[in-house]
């Protein structure tokens, strides 16, 4: 256990919809990142919070979004589904705001869009 | 984006043998840190060195940081058939405000 958990562990949606996935990070981290890991795109950076503040952002879809609550627990929402974003989606933390530290990561969510 | 380009992208080898990977970056870094990620596992941190550092040891684990050459190399010694996964190198940028950005990795097949 890495200390970051990740729920739900697999989900299956179809086309069209929208899903949210959920993070807590590990105790004591302020920053959270979203990854999104295919097989043709690699590990792709998506965004991060740094105590709740929106601190960098990649190349997140704008039908995607996210949020970071008070209590440091992260939602990545995406909506409009379509096939292509069928991936395992990664949600990792650091205790510090840049990327200087390790970052802990969670076990994933896998997400098949039919 | 800045992003390290891991080489070569699959390695087997035997149990014992050395495994060496190598990382090539495009822009001025702080800090190259390496993970491991068993198959469809989350990542696991394993060493980060700094930009003012040229070399890094973590049991088996060796990391080499070259800043003129912009490269990394991650040497496993003594390899077990338990090392086997994907390793990626992420370097960060000395821009305020980014994340670590990922390579696509080298996988390590160690076989008994």
């Known amino acids: 256990d890495s200390g970051v958990t990740q729920t739900p562990k697999h989900l299956i949606t179809a086309t069209g919809q929208r899903v949210t996935l959920r993070c807590s990070p590990r105790s004591g981290d302020l920053s959270v990142y979203w990854y999104q890991q295919s097989l043709d795109q690699g590990l792709q950076f998506l965004i991060q919070?740094?105590?709740?503040?929106?601190?960098a952002k990649g190349n997140i879809l704008e039908r995607f979004s996210a949020q970071q609550f008070p209590d440091l627990h992260s939602e990545l929402n995406l909506s409009s589904l379509e096939l292509g974003d069928s991936a395992l989606y990664f949600c990792a933390s650091s205790v510090g705001r840049e990327a200087n530290y390790g970052y802990t990561f969670g076990s994933g969510t896998r997400l098949t869009v039919v | 984006s800045q992003q390290g380009e891991e080489d070569p992208q699959a390695l087997s080898i035997q149990e014992g043998e050395n495994a060496t990977m190598n990382c090539s970056y495009k822009?001025?870094?702080?800090?190259l840190q390496w993970y491991r990620q068993n198959s469809g596992r989350g990542l696991v941190h394993l060493i980060l060195?700094?930009?003012?550092?040229r070399e890094k040891h973590s049991g088996r684990l060796r990391v080499t940081l070259d800043t003129s050459k912009k490269s990394s190399s991650l040497l496993i010694t003594a390899s077990r058939a338990a090392d086997t996964a994907s390793y990626f190198c992420a370097t960060d940028s000395n821009q305020a405000g980014t994340a670590l950005i990922f390579g696509k990795g080298t996988t390590l097949s160690v076989s008994s």
């Open positions: 822009t001025s870094i702080n800090n």
């Open positions: 919070y740094y105590n709740g503040e929106e601190r």
């Open positions: 060195i700094r930009s003012n550092e």
